[in-house]
């Protein structure tokens, strides 16, 4: 049988053929079973324990009921279950005595002269429903483990996407198009400002900067890495050409705000923001 809908009698025969093979191939032939044929049939387990359950009561029915005629030392007559013994309690009185492995007594599952046959009990069919009750387990364990990997690389894409998202400040919610928007406080953005009016790099006021356009691009990629931007945010190009517009006064290009790298020489009287008291 290749990969198909399986209907009733397709797990009749299944289980038939597995309670044919010696007990050391059956894990091994209901594990193929479910590579082969669980992905078009999901109800294949309880399909084949219903099978095996099947089986048992066939078994019930072929070792419980029914009863026997015994003639007693007293010429009476009493009728036991064929599958009960009974015995004399030591006064010529017979008494019945229910085996208490009644549903252990082996029979044939197939005719005894068919070419291939086995002895049954109820224990040889609870095995099989055992065995496949631990295949089940380990295909739904097996499921929910690559699902968990699915669900954590998912987290770990996501939380990297808002981590980049948020260095960067590009998560297209409020972009900063101010440079005291990205500063983690404002009286380091004060003090900065401040420092630059000092060194005549902009005018007191305005802020309108007085410099070469590439130093001002260089100051703003350099205060980053002197710690004063909250959440480590990485300007973008565009970012830098807005705050350039809108904090400093001064046109600057695409161009220039990408290429253009931090300078720390020009720079370096700017402390690192964590040893400055503001």
Same mark, same amino acid.
Request: charged letters at 30%; hydrophobic letters at 35%; a positive charge.
């Given at each position: 049988?290749?990969?198909?809908?399986?209907?009733?009698?397709?797990?009749?025969?299944?289980?038939?053929?597995?309670?044919? *093979? @010696? *007990?050391?191939d059956w894990i091994k032939y209901y594990t193929n079973v479910k590579?082969?044929?669980?992905?078009?049939?999901?109800?294949?387990?309880?399909?084949?324990?219903?099978?095996?359950? &099947?089986?048992? &009561?066939?078994?019930?029915?072929?070792?419980?009921?029914?009863?026997? @005629?015994?003639?007693?030392?007293?010429?009476?007559?009493?009728?036991?279950?064929?599958?009960?013994?009974?015995?004399?309690?030591?006064?010529?009185?017979?008494?019945?005595?229910?085996?208490?492995?009644?549903?252990?007594?082996?029979?044939?599952?197939?005719h005894p002269t068919a070419e291939k046959n086995v002895r049954v009990?109820?224990?040889?069919? &609870?095995?099989?429903?055992?065995?496949? &009750?631990?295949?089940?387990?380990?295909?739904?364990?097996?499921?929910?483990?690559?699902?968990?990997?699915?669900?954590?690389?998912?987290?770990?894409?996501?939380?990297?996407?808002?981590?980049?998202?948020?260095?960067?400040?590009?998560t297209g919610i409020n972009p900063p198009e101010q440079l005291h928007?990205?500063?983690?406080?404002?009286?380091?953005?004060?003090?900065?400002?401040?420092?630059?009016?000092?060194?005549?790099?902009?005018?007191?006021?305005?802020?309108?900067?007085?410099?070469?356009?590439?130093?001002?691009?260089?100051?703003?990629?350099?205060?980053?890495?002197?710690?004063?931007?909250?959440?480590?945010? *990485?300007?973008?190009?565009?970012?830098?050409?807005?705050?350039?517009?809108?904090?400093?006064?001064?046109?600057?290009?695409?161009?220039?705000?990408?290429?253009?790298?931090?300078?720390?020489?020009?720079?370096?009287?700017? @402390?690192?923001?964590?040893?400055?008291?503001?």
């Amino acid at each position: 049988m290749g990969k198909k809908l399986l209907l009733s009698e397709d797990y009749f025969k299944i289980v038939l053929k597995c309670f044919l *093979k @010696p *007990k050391t191939d059956w894990i091994k032939y209901y594990t193929n079973v479910k590579v082969k044929h669980l992905a078009q049939n999901p109800d294949l387990f309880t399909a084949l324990k219903d099978k095996v359950n &099947e089986y048992i &009561e066939w078994y019930k029915g072929q070792v419980i009921g029914g009863s026997v @005629p015994v003639e007693m030392p007293d010429g009476s007559v009493k009728c036991f279950d064929r599958n009960q013994t009974w015995e004399s309690d030591g006064d010529g009185d017979y008494t019945k005595w229910v085996k208490h492995d009644l549903l252990e007594h082996r029979i044939f599952l197939l005719h005894p002269t068919a070419e291939k046959n086995v002895r049954v009990n109820k224990s040889f069919f &609870e095995d099989h429903l055992r065995i496949l &009750e631990e295949i089940e387990m380990k295909e739904k364990l097996r499921k929910l483990e690559v699902e968990l990997n699915i669900l954590n690389r998912i987290d770990i894409s996501l939380k990297g996407r808002l981590l980049k998202l948020d260095k960067s400040s590009n998560t297209g919610i409020n972009p900063p198009e101010q440079l005291h928007e990205v500063f983690t406080s404002i009286s380091k953005y004060n003090y900065i400002m401040s420092l630059l009016v000092e060194k005549k790099f902009c005018q007191s006021g305005t802020f309108i900067w007085s410099d070469a356009k590439g130093n001002l691009v260089a100051l703003i990629k350099y205060l980053r890495l002197q710690g004063y931007y909250k959440h480590d945010i *990485k300007l973008t190009a565009n970012q830098i050409v807005k705050i350039a517009k809108n904090t400093f006064g001064i046109n600057i290009g695409y161009d220039t705000a990408n290429k253009i790298k931090h300078n720390d020489q020009i720079f370096k009287f700017i @402390p690192i923001a964590s040893t400055i008291d503001q």
